[in-house]
């Protein structure tokens, strides 16, 4: 079974700048979560998607940050502009349905984002 | 909102020796999962044990162990047998059981390493 998807894995911009993330979650994950992880600190939630509507966004920075989740499956992740606290990697994560061990989550290698 | 603390910032153990991580826990809720991750410098996060508030019965998987004090509210992990490839960032994490939220929050993590 393929695991959780992320790309790219390295991505240095300047403040200001926009970019985007991508995760693909494993095949028939209903739930897909962006953590954020700023060095020194442990992953923080930024939104939590359960097919492709929102269950939880509530630590996303919405002036900067924005998320989507087409068709239940692939997600991207927006900032826009970026600042240089946004400095962090970047982990997608998907859990199974409900009643299928959806206590785990499987993360992905994650995004390693440098703002300079 | 549940806050989980994590009081070792490092750790060091030789080779097959044993080693203690803590982890404890703030919460109001009844039920919840307890996880233990490791995230080596790939960054990829890895579940290395799970506890379910419910069980009194400590959880095992091979040389890592449990010991969950609910009352107290804390959450160590034991590794046995130390091995090299053990040396990681290790988080300990909570998850509630109520409603659709299912975020993981984490503690700020443990450095462990170990020496010959």
């Known amino acids: 079974e393929a695991g959780v998807a992320q790309s790219p894995r390295y991505k240095i911009i300047e403040k200001r700048q926009s970019v985007a993330f991508w995760c693909n979650p494993i095949?028939?994950?209903?739930?897909l979560y962006w953590y954020q992880q700023i060095l020194g600190q442990g992953p923080k939630l930024l939104i939590q998607?359960?097919?492709?509507?929102?269950?939880?966004d509530s630590q996303l920075p919405k002036d900067r940050f924005s998320a989507e989740r087409l068709k239940g499956v692939d997600s991207t992740l927006k900032i826009q502009p970026a600042k240089l606290e946004d400095s962090a990697v970047y982990l997608c994560?998907?859990?199974?349905?409900?009643?299928?061990?959806?206590?785990?989550?499987?993360f992905g290698p994650g995004t390693r984002l440098t703002v300079t | 909102a549940q806050t989980v603390t994590q009081s070792q910032p490092e750790m060091s153990v030789q080779e097959a020796e044993t080693v203690t991580l803590s982890c404890t826990y703030d919460?109001?809720?009844?039920?919840?999962?307890l996880f233990w991750y490791k995230q080596p410098p790939s960054r990829q996060m890895i579940l290395v044990i799970r506890q379910e508030a419910y069980k009194q019965q400590n959880a095992t998987e091979n040389r890592f162990s449990v010991n969950f004090q609910k009352a107290a509210k804390s959450f160590s992990l034991k590794i046995s047998d130390s091995q090299l490839g053990d040396a990681a960032m290790y988080f300990c994490?909570?998850?509630?059981?109520?409603?659709?939220?299912?975020?993981?929050?984490f503690g700020t993590g443990t450095r462990l390493q170990v020496t010959l």
């Open positions: 998607f359960q097919n492709n509507g929102v269950v939880d």
């Open positions: 095949s028939g994950h209903a739930t």
């Open positions: 919460t109001s809720e009844s039920d919840y999962y």
């Open positions: 994490a909570y998850r509630s059981v109520t409603g659709t939220a299912s975020k993981l929050t």
């Open positions: 994560a998907s859990s199974p349905p409900w009643g299928f061990s959806t206590y785990e989550q499987y």
